[in-house]
């Protein structure tokens, strides 16, 4: 039991109490000092360590990027259209828009009176052909028998010649057109590919000399993306230029390609111009006529800060980043952002090239910081 021994050797009861309350007063004050700042400073746990991503801050040149309207369109380089070179009844169409088909596959067949013409020719040829021959021989043994002159001979030589040529310039239409002795003309595919346009059904008359074509066929395995570009961004665009496409069907996946072809002329129209960039698609899945979207990406003349998008904090009209040393130091830093493209940021104020900070996940310690 505690006690206070006074001067004159008397415990005094108040001074007893007075000394017992200056006791609670000191035990009451150390119990709440127990606390120090290092128990509420902020430590990145070892789970939450494992989920966080890090990204180094670097000097890189500064890209902006132009957003384009387009669309898919087969290569005209590789792209053929089919005309009929005769008139005549279609009797079969053997070909759909949109099918594969390959070189030499028949498309449609068409009954026509010229290549009932085109028959009697190739018959015509064959009879003068077979006379021609007979009647050389005929004057070779004439010539033989010395009753006949060399210029007979000659003649006759030349008449055979004439003769075959006209059978062999018929023979070659025959098979150059692809005509029959049913007097049909069958329309084949040029080359392998999908069939992009179709002008022609079952029983329908094709006027002698029709002019347009009746199917289009093309190679898909490299396709090209055209888009229009504003007379405001015609500054910016050069040949080579980087781009990334994307479009409707197929949301999310990104192309990248350069661009190839500027086409200095503006569309009267839409006071825009065209630029191409080429594209494989082995797998076909890049159809005609899809909508894409086209980022076209320049480069600025500077060089700042940057770091992934994703790490830009926005709060209160404010952007931050969460600047890492280690697991017991994270700063909050307010930054500048200059630029923002979809993966990338530049910053003109508030980081240094070479210091860390926190791309993913950031938010849950921007909030247990800053609360």
Known sequence: MLSVKT???????ALVWLALVAVLVTGCHKEGATESPESKTFVLS???LKTIILDTVEQRPVNGALNLNGKIVADENRLVEIFPIVGGNVVEVDAEL???VKKGQVLATIKSSEVAEYDRQLIDAQSDVLVAQKNLAVKQDLYNSKLSSDRELIAAQKELEKAEAA???ITETFSIYNFNKQSEYR???PINGFITDKNITRDMTLPSGHSESVFAVAELDEVWAIANVYESDIARIREGMDVVITTISYPGEQIRGKI???FSVLDPDTKTMKVRIRIPNKDFRLKPEMLATVK??????KELPAVPASAIIFDNSRQFVMIFKDRYNIETREVEVYKTTD???WLSAGVQPGEVVISHDQLFIYDALND
């Open 260 to 262: 190839d072809k500027i």
């Open 98 to 100: 949109g099918d594969q």
């Open 167 to 169: 059978l062999k310039r």
């Open 296 to 301: 076209a990406i320049y480069h600025e003349n």
């Open 46 to 48: 070892e789970t939450m």
């Open 7 to 13: 001067c004159n050797g008397r415990y005094n009861v």
């Open 343 to 345: 993966d990338t940021a």
């Open 187 to 189: 329309l084949k595919a």
